[in-house]
């Protein structure tokens, strides 16, 4: 460990590191560390025969992907044929994939190396990771702080070297809101460029699997090796495949950066001052910043919780005590139970234009909003939680920690991308900076991520 | 007593895939939960494929039949219904909103026809659930309550039932028909009532439903606003345990909406199956044929395709008639449907000219016939093997001769005013040529013979006399 994920690659592809020994450093790390951070939940008993597999194929001298060798933690709402996909839920406790998700699918192909389905809060309902039926995990950055959720054991694995690329999903902050607490890198894709088919859904219409990784070139690397179109599913982009990895260093200059001054209103101040920090640095590396207009941000937040609680309502009925194990809502922890009762009511005939229709409508508001402010700029940068993370076990209530969410949330709404990087730390707690894109800007955020990874 | 009368009606389109995947549809034939997939038991994270393409054309063809307007350049969405059921492994079930709107069959008009999709098949006895049928797509159509009579009712479902057949775009299996209907009497509440499969169970349905609303009216009795069930083996209705109060309709985040456009709609219209009720008026006005003959041919798809390409070769109304009584009567005697017979267009025209052309008679056509749709073949041959060829004349008249010869208490019964003494000496005449013979011409010449008879021995007895 230790080295980037780019250095481990042309090690492994050069022989230095054999597959083999990447994954048993990997399940040593595991073992020694998971007792205490609780970032994974199974364990891939192949995963060794897998790696051997890939390093007998690079003695013969045969083509490998992209992926080739490099340990991969899968967030527990993804199905992998075989392994559980527990949801960190008792309702599906016992419930093993009967088929792959099609990024596990493209993963594998690429010669990704799967060490087993990752902690998060129960059916991704939580931003702090401690929502699990098997236990709240730990910040390996802090210790005795929440590393943020939903994706906690992913971001959580990731900080902590036991794997070297994951997999997460983000519905209204799930991946940004860890990778920030945790100091990882995370990207939320736009909608519907990477395919959905086989994620476990908190929120169809909002949820995105994106990666985890240590740096930007490992961000970027598990992003093209998953995006793309898949015409199987409605919801799917027909995008052309792009190369992220490639041009990641290409800097700054002339690239116009937005800020608002929306985020100093929403974010403590101990936040802003490192967002500020990085803002500058970005300035340093020849962006220009510029100010730009958000003045709804503010709705998003309520707008989100209402239509995915519809949604997670919906999504839940299947979960019906007939065809995996007990009846969702009999085993599930509170916020489970409360974002269904939520939705249970909001999609009520009664009540769907009271609160459904509405919620939609701010869903257009944002999108506009954000669309018209990405006119004027290439990105815009700004603080990813509001808040530096609780300690592990404080009581909040449901307000304070949907509020996690709120700057999160509105890219959710509108359907963009957003990239977080590691900006800095305040009283030793990392802060991530959210670099938010246009639709499919993926690599213009990775770009910008990547200087200012580059320049610390 | 005043009644309104709608019907809720859904049929399985015959495609050859689910709506949102990819698994087969021949569900009857497949050993149970074979035709499965992820999708379609909505296995935990499997997503719907873009909706079947061939289903909502079928859909929009049926709008069509239908005398709907098709909603063009309007999204279409798919949305999700609610309930608790095992029958249903998402919790609820996809349903589109409007394809087509303000149609109009014999009268009755349509609301709304829409795409829908099957549930599972559900076992309460056994307690097992088959998803073989899960997912596969359905039409509904939505009547508005236009029909006031369980008679109307059933003319209504009919005629559905026959547009549907016509189109080719339904399963043709039995069995396939599930409709509800709404039914409030005047002074009443509308009650819904469920598990309908066939037309006849909507019939009675309908009229056990009248019958209990009216005897609870008439006692002064509130009736509830409920749903119902129709029990087939009882033929009565009963009140509905699974009671669905709210669907919690959303749109269905996964599946985009559908947008279709004019052009789409064009050339379905283009290619699209003309109705019964519009054929029937076609046939009566190009044929010069009656409503009533029209509406018997076009009873089935292939009888009235058969019919017009008969027609086009032999005098229509010959044909019309023809359709309506003898070919009708040996099909129904033999209980076969027009689509099964194998004989050609051709070979029944090449029968017909015949009977048009006084070589056969009629009778001896409808003989042929039988043959026809026993053993195609060409009608020359059958009528050779027949032995049915047409008697030359003076072979009918040596045959009435001896008739009358052979027969003379007979022909002094006729004489003496027995009128049906005549039909006794034409059957004789007939069993004599085997048939052959043109019951008509058989009666003509046995009326001309038997006068000439007559008025030889006049005269013979007038010269005696003198």
């Known amino acids: 460990m230790g080295r980037g994920t780019l250095e481990k690659l042309k090690a492994i592809l050069q022989g230095e590191l054999s597959a083999t020994e990447n994954v048993q450093q990997a399940l040593n790390r595991i073992k020694e560390l998971d007792k205490k951070i609780k970032a994974f939940i199974e364990l891939n008993p192949n995963a060794l025969a897998e790696a051997e597999a890939i390093d007998r194929k690079l003695k013969r001298g045969e083509r490998v992907g992209k992926l080739a060798g490099l340990t991969i933690g899968i967030k527990s709402n993804i199905n992998v044929k075989g392994l559980r996909a527990t949801c960190a839920s008792r309702t599906l406790e016992n419930y093993v994939s009967p088929y792959d998700a099609e990024v596990i699918r493209r993963v594998r192909e690429a010669g990704g190396i799967i060490v087993g389905m990752n902690n998060m809060d129960e059916f991704a309902c939580g931003s702090s990771g401690e929502t699990s039926a098997f236990g709240p995990t730990e910040n390996p950055a802090v210790l005795g702080r929440i590393p943020g959720g939903s994706s906690s054991g992913s971001a959580a694995a990731i900080a902590a070297g036991m794997c070297d690329l994951c997999l997460g999903t983000d519905t209204g902050g799930a991946i940004r809101n860890p990778a920030s607490h945790c100091g990882v890198v995370g990207i939320r894709p736009t909608q519907g460029l990477v395919p959905a088919h086989g994620l476990i859904e908190l929120a169809v219409s909002f949820d995105q699997i994106g990666p985890l990784a240590p740096d930007v070139y490992g961000a970027a690397l598990m992003l093209e090796t998953i995006a793309g179109h898949n015409p199987n599913e409605c919801t799917s982009l027909d995008s052309p495949s792009a190369n992220y990895s490639d041009k990641l260093g290409i800097g700054i200059e002339n690239i116009r950066v937005g800020t608002s001054p929306k985020f100093s209103e929403l974010a403590d101040s101990a936040v802003m001052e490192v967002i500020d920090g990085a803002v500058e640095k970005l300035h340093d590396l020849g962006a220009e910043v510029v100010e730009v207009e958000l003045p709804n941000l503010e709705k998003s937040l309520s707008a989100y919780y209402v239509i995915m609680s519809a949604e997670f309502f919906s999504a839940t009925r299947k979960f019906d005590g007939r065809k995996y194990g007990r009846r969702i809502e009999e085993v599930c922890g509170d916020e489970v139970l409360r974002r269904i009762k939520c939705g249970d009511y909001i999609s009520r005939k009664d009540q769907h234009d009271r609160y459904y229709k509405r919620a939609l409508q701010v869903r257009t508001l944002m999108r506009r909003e954000f669309g018209e402010a990405l006119n004027k700029v290439d990105v815009i940068v700004g603080p990813t939680v509001p808040k530096l993370p609780h300690k592990l076990g404080t009581k909040l209530s449901p307000a304070e920690m949907y509020a996690y969410d709120y700057l999160t949330s509105p890219i959710s709404l509108a359907g963009i991308c957003a990239g977080v990087i590691k900006a800095g730390e305040a009283s030793g707690i990392p802060v991530g900076l959210q670099v938010q894109g246009k639709v499919l800007g993926e690599g213009t955020v990775l770009r910008v991520m990547r200087a200012l990874e580059a320049a610390k | ?466």
Not at chain 2, 18 to 44: G, W
Not at chain 2, 94 to 122: F, K, M, Q, W
């Open chain 2, 1 to 466: 007593m005043k009644m309104k009368i709608g019907f809720e009606v859904h049929e399985q389109l015959a495609t050859k895939r689910k709506l949102c995947c990819d698994c087969p549809t021949d569900y009857r034939e497949a050993p149970p939960n074979t035709n499965v997939c992820p999708i379609c038991t909505a296995m935990p994270g499997a997503k719907p494929m873009p909706p079947n393409v061939r289903a909502v054309d079928a859909v929009i063809e049926l709008a069509l039949m239908l005398g709907c307007d098709v909603v063009v350049d309007k999204p279409i969405y798919i949305q999700r219904k609610h309930y608790d059921y095992p029958d249903l492994p998402a919790g609820y079930q996809h349903s589109s909103t409007p394809i087509g709107i303000n149609g109009e069959l014999v009268g009755v008009r349509i609301r709304e026809v829409h795409l829908e999709e099957d549930p599972g098949a559900y076992d309460p006895v056994a307690g097992t659930v088959d998803f073989n049928r899960c997912g596969i797509p359905l039409v509904e159509i939505v009547t508005e309550p236009d029909m006031h009579s369980p008679e109307e009712a059933r003319r209504f479902l009919r005629q559905l039932m026959l547009v549907l057949d016509y189109s080719g775009k339904v399963r043709p299996e039995p069995g396939t028909l599930r409709a509800d209907t709404n039914i409030s009497l005047e002074g009443g509440t509308r009650v819904e009532i469920k598990n309908i499969n066939s037309t006849k169970g909507a019939y009675r349905a309908v009229k056990f439903e009248v019958m209990r609303q009216k005897a609870l009216i008439e006692r002064g009795a509130v009736i509830p606003y409920e749903t119902r069930a129709y029990l087939e083996s009882q033929m009565i209705t009963v009140p509905m345990r699974m009671k669905v109060v709210d669907f919690h309709v959303i749109l269905d985040p996964d599946i985009f909406p559908i947008v279709i456009d004019r052009a789409r709609v064009e050339t379905i219209r283009k290619r699209m199956v003309e109705a019964p009720h519009q054929r029937e008026q076609r046939l009566a006005k190009q044929y010069q044929i009656s409503q009533a003959v029209a509406g018997v041919i076009v009873s089935e798809r292939e009888l009235a395709n058969l019919f017009e390409a008969v027609a086009k070769e032999v005098d229509p109304k010959l044909v019309a008639t023809w359709f309506q009584t003898n070919l009708k009567k040996v099909l129904n005697y033999m209980k076969l449907r027009a689509t099964e017979v194998k004989f050609t267009h051709k070979q029944l025209a090449g029968l017909l000219r015949m009977v048009k052309a006084k070589r056969i008679t009629p009778e001896q056509g409808e003989l042929v016939l039988r043959k026809l749709v026993k053993q195609p073949a060409e009608p020359e041959e059958l009528i050779r093997k027949l032995g049915l060829e047409r008697l030359e004349k003076a072979d009918l008249r040596a045959a009435v001769v001896r008739t009358i010869e052979e027969n003379p208490k007979a022909v002094m019964d006729y004489r003496a005013g027995r009128k049906e003494a005549l039909n006794f000496l034409a059957g004789k005449v007939m069993k004599f040529t085997r048939g052959r013979a043109d019951p008509r011409e058989i009666l003509k010449f046995l009326r001309a013979k038997l006068k000439e008879k007559k008025k030889r021995r006049v005269s013979r007895r007038t010269k005696r006399s003198k």
